[in-house]
Nanobody, 115 residues
Framework: QVQLVESGGGLVQPGGSLRLSCAAS????????MGWYRQASGKERELVAA???????NYADSVKGRFTISRENAKNTVYLRMNSLNPEDTAVYYC?????????WGQGTQVTVSS
């Protein structure tokens, strides 16, 4: 069964931090490259961070130096640590295979950066 469950979002002030988690089913996660995507209101979904099955990471320029993606293979879980958040980071965040996501998407987790 395909499953992606994102959590950890919330309301945070500019400059704050959050840690997102994504629990995935083995069929999506095992030996697959994973990524975090986000979709702001009225915008296209974009890939912001990716981690290969071997642990190599890559980031969009807009989040480089502020976000850290990691994975815990024993738990089929991928994380996104977000620091120095700003209002432009406000979006619904999703995880999926990267850079070619499967058709199924989880419900996402809302991140709102506002004072």
């Amino acid at each position: 069964q395909v499953q992606l469950v994102e959590s950890g979002g919330g309301l945070v002030q500019p400059g704050g931090s959050l840690r997102l988690s994504c629990a995935a089913s083995g069929s999506i996660f095992t030996l697959k490259d994973m990524g975090w995507y986000r979709q702001a209101s009225g915008k296209e979904r974009e890939l912001v961070a990716a981690v290969t099955s071997g642990g190599t990471t890559n980031y969009a320029d807009s989040v480089k130096g502020r976000f850290t993606i990691s994975r815990e293979n024993a738990k089929n879980t991928v994380y996104l640590r977000m620091n120095s958040l700003n209002p432009e980071d406000t979006a619904v965040y999703y995880c999926n295979n990267a850079p070619y996501p499967v058709r199924y998407w989880g419900q996402g987790t809302q991140v709102t950066v506002s004072s």
